[in-house]
């Protein structure tokens, strides 16, 4: 493209809290461009950008999507490249790095909800980035939208006159041009010189089969070519440019992306460790001055063990998890082993939804099953010596012996609600340790709730108590503020006096007793019965706390025996006692697969 047309061109992010309409409107803007495929106008419910079948399944974006839109506005063409984001708390990563690669973003606001606790934070993340925001009040031809309130909600968010906010339905395409017409109008054309050194920013890549890493990018100054010769700033790893393209329904290829364009390289790059996400490309023999900054790097707030149920599969679970990472930075892996589960991986993921997204594309994309361990957070642990561990493994607590303190994770976590549920609330906070903050209300209906709460207390099921307690209303955001010392103790799951090292967990002195007996009980139904009695048994440190038996299985030894001496029957019972005490001697207790599947499922 010229730089005469660099005028024509806007790149910007749709943001919004979860299920507000972000990918419909993208829908209705693909439909409504000059492209050179045709949608059926009656396919007005696909999700046309959501490609992932686990994203159609849950009906969720997980994926930032990139699409180039080419339109005719009041006689003149301009090119979109539009960026559909996921909204879900456990993905807002995923909009940080799209944002970097805009100059504005549309706020969808659902007139029926109302602004969220993700309306808040995507909004943040875009005024940090200092974009252009245009706010769209959506859903409008809902029979509960409240558009009056919404609107004020917006003004109260955001600041801007209510004059501004525009006032629209994805589903049906009402306000859809006024949208065309305001990106134009206010989102600044991208700045950049195409005679500069290239300077590209990586904000996404995935992996092919044939073409190795697929790299996405924003070209910031200069022209990327096919055969030029680039650089990776992050590990001077040289390459030569095998393809380049762009987004429209697919990838589709061109001759070049000049400066202000968003698209797609491939390099015959086979190591996926190579590309990082947030790294700059540039041109080998003319590099540009000075890097981007990168991404502020993702903390992973949940760890768990995964293992390959089959062993032999650990070699492709190596590379899968490789090929994952590419495209999902924010998750993290160092290798580990169990002697229950043999060898496997230590993750580290932004939530519960963000695990089971992973698990759950490992097994259709790559075809592995596999068994997670119990998700936990990772605590600070401050020895007698001075130094100080971070553990978010078990199998590494140090000797309670050399423990000084141990400080545990803690969250500020905002929840948006209708009034009438801020007593139910408050309860379930009470139950998971929270410490109230403030509250402060946005409207008449809506109020935003503000807690400090331990990263352990809602990882688990808080979400869904909240949405139980608030009929589905109350909408939560959070993030890491930083830690607090508490009692923690290490629980130590024993099966016939050995340790299970894969069912051993941390939690909180207070709760050790129950959640012990919980998984106890869990495996008194799961481990078959044996010709011995089996102890389980919770242990913290030398004591026991817990304990189920598994009754053993009997065979009836003096069915032959028809009447007759008393002792006859006796001596037979004793000799089979005895038989009893030397077999739970040598005895091993085989946990099968099942068992560790039941206990370990969340």
Same mark, same amino acid.
């Given at each position: 493209?010229?730089l005469?047309?660099k005028?024509?061109i806007?790149?910007?992010?749709i943001?919004a809290?979860?299920?507000?309409?972000?990918?419909?409107?993208s829908d209705r803007?693909i439909?409504?461009?000059?492209m050179?495929?045709?949608?059926?106008?009656?396919?007005?419910?696909a999700?046309?950008?959501d490609?992932?079948?686990l994203?159609?399944?849950?009906?969720?974006?997980?994926?930032?999507?990139?699409?180039r839109?080419?339109?005719?506005?009041?006689g003149?063409? #301009?090119?979109?490249?539009?960026?559909d984001?996921?909204g879900?708390?456990?993905?807002?990563?995923?909009?940080?790095?799209?944002?970097a690669? %805009?100059e504005?973003?549309i706020?969808l606001?659902?007139a029926?909800q109302?602004? $969220?606790?993700q309306?808040v934070a995507?909004?943040?993340?875009?005024? $940090? +980035?200092?974009?252009?925001?245009?706010?769209?009040?959506?859903k409008i031809?809902?029979?509960?939208?409240n558009?009056p309130?919404t609107?004020?909600?917006i003004?109260?968010?955001?600041? %801007?006159?209510?004059?501004e906010?525009?006032?629209?339905s994805?589903?049906?395409?009402?306000?859809?041009d006024?949208i065309?017409?305001?990106?134009?109008?206010v989102?600044?054309?991208?700045?950049?010189d195409?005679?500069?050194p290239?300077?590209?920013?990586? #904000?996404?890549?995935?992996?092919d089969m044939y073409k190795?890493? =697929?790299?996405?990018?924003?070209v910031f100054?200069?022209?990327?070519?096919?055969?030029m010769?680039i650089?990776?700033?992050?590990?001077? $790893?040289?390459?030569e440019?095998?393809?380049?393209g762009?987004?429209?329904m697919g990838?589709?290829?061109c +001759?070049?992306l000049s400066a202000?364009?968003?698209g797609?390289?491939?390099a015959?790059?086979?190591?996926?460790q190579?590309?990082?996400v947030?790294?700059?490309?540039?041109?080998?023999?003319?590099?540009?001055?000075?890097?981007?900054?990168?991404?502020?790097?993702?903390?992973?707030? /949940?760890f768990?063990g995964?293992?390959?149920?089959n062993?032999?599969?650990y070699?492709?679970?190596?590379?899968s998890l490789?090929k994952? &990472?590419l495209?999902?930075?924010?998750?993290q892996?160092?290798p580990?082993?169990?002697d229950?589960?043999?060898?496997?991986?230590r993750a *580290?993921y932004?939530?519960?939804?963000?695990?089971e997204?992973?698990?759950?594309?490992l097994?259709r $994309?790559?075809?592995? @099953?596999l068994?997670?361990?119990?998700p +936990?957070?990772?605590? &600070?642990?401050?020895?007698?010596?001075?130094k100080?561990?971070? /553990?978010?493994n078990p199998?590494? #607590?140090p000797d309670?012996?050399?423990? !000084?303190?141990?400080e545990?994770p803690?969250?500020?976590?905002?929840?948006?609600?209708?009034?009438?549920?801020i007593?139910s609330?408050m309860?379930?906070s009470?139950?998971?340790?929270? &410490?109230? @903050?403030?509250?402060e209300?946005i409207?008449?209906?809506r109020? =935003?709730? !503000?807690?400090f709460y331990?990263?352990?207390?809602i990882?688990?099921?808080?979400y869904?108590?909240l949405k +139980?307690?608030?009929?589905?209303?109350?909408s939560?955001?959070?993030?890491?503020s930083g830690?607090?010392e508490?009692?923690?103790?290490?629980?130590?799951?024993?099966v016939n006096?050995?340790?299970v090292?894969?069912?051993? #967990?941390? %939690?909180v002195?207070?709760?050790?007793?129950?959640?012990?007996?919980s998984?106890l009980?869990?495996?008194r139904k799961?481990?078959?019965?044996?010709?011995f009695n089996?102890a389980l048994?919770a242990?913290?440190g030398? !004591? =026991?706390i817990?304990r189920?038996?598994?009754?053993q299985l009997?065979k009836?030894?003096?069915?032959? %025996?028809?009447? *007759?001496?008393?002792?006859r029957?006796?001596?037979?019972?004793?000799?089979?006692?005895?038989?009893?005490?030397?077999?739970?001697?040598?005895?091993?207790v085989?946990?099968?697969?099942?068992?560790?599947?039941t206990?370990l499922k969340i």
């Open positions: 493209m010229n005469m047309n005028k024509n806007r790149n910007f992010s943001i809290h979860i299920d507000h309409g972000k990918t419909t409107l803007l439909q409504k461009s000059d050179f495929y045709k949608i059926k106008q009656d396919n007005k419910e999700q046309l950008l490609s992932m079948d994203e159609k399944e849950r009906g969720i974006t997980i994926k930032s999507h990139p699409i839109l080419e339109f005719d506005i009041d003149e063409h #301009f090119l979109y490249n539009i960026i984001t996921p879900h708390v456990d993905f807002s990563y995923e909009v940080s790095r799209s944002l690669a %805009c504005g973003a706020l606001v659902d029926a109302g602004v $969220e606790a309306t995507n909004t943040y993340l875009a005024i $940090e +980035s200092d974009l252009e925001i245009i706010p769209v009040a959506n031809d809902m029979q509960q939208a558009v309130e609107i004020a909600e003004h109260e968010l955001i600041g %801007c006159d209510e004059n906010i525009i006032l629209a994805a589903k049906s395409g009402k306000g859809v006024d065309l017409r305001r990106v134009r109008d989102i600044l054309p991208p700045s950049g195409d005679s500069k290239l300077k590209a920013l990586i #904000f996404d890549s995935h992996f190795g890493v =697929i790299s996405h990018i924003r100054d200069g022209v990327l070519k096919k055969g010769k650089l990776f700033m992050a590990n001077n $790893e040289t390459f440019v095998m393809d380049v762009v987004f429209k990838m589709v290829e +001759s070049e202000g364009e968003v797609y390289f491939t015959l790059i086979r190591k996926p190579i590309v990082h947030g790294d700059t490309v540039t041109n080998a023999k003319n590099q540009t001055a000075k890097a981007f900054p990168g991404y502020r790097k993702s903390l992973p707030m /949940v768990s995964i293992y390959p149920i062993p032999n599969d070699a492709k679970l190596k590379d490789e994952l &990472r495209n999902d930075p924010s998750f892996y160092v580990e082993s169990s229950a589960l043999g060898y496997g991986f *580290g932004l939530g519960l939804l963000h695990m997204v992973v698990n759950e594309r097994l $994309e790559y075809e592995i @099953q068994i997670n361990t119990a +936990s957070v990772a605590y &600070r642990v401050i020895l007698r010596n001075g100080t561990v971070v /553990v978010e199998s590494k #607590f309670p012996s050399q423990i !000084k303190s141990i545990e803690i969250v500020q976590a905002s929840i948006v609600t209708p009034p009438e549920y007593g609330i309860e379930i009470q139950n998971k340790r929270g &410490r109230y @903050q403030n509250m209300y409207s008449e209906n109020v =935003i709730l !503000k807690y331990p990263l352990s207390e990882v688990i099921d808080f869904d108590q +139980s307690v608030s009929r589905g209303y109350a939560l955001d959070y993030g890491i830690y607090q508490e009692k923690i103790v290490l629980v130590r799951i024993l006096s050995s340790p090292d894969a069912l051993s #967990f941390m %939690c002195k207070d709760q050790a007793h129950y959640k012990g007996k998984i009980q869990k495996l799961t481990i078959p019965r044996q010709m089996v048994q242990a913290v030398g !004591k =026991i817990s189920e038996n598994i009754v009997r009836d030894v003096i069915a032959k %025996c028809y009447g *007759g001496d008393i002792t029957k006796r001596k037979l019972l004793e000799k089979q006692k005895a038989g009893k005490k030397r077999m739970k001697m040598v005895g091993n085989e946990i099968p697969q099942e068992a560790f599947l206990v």
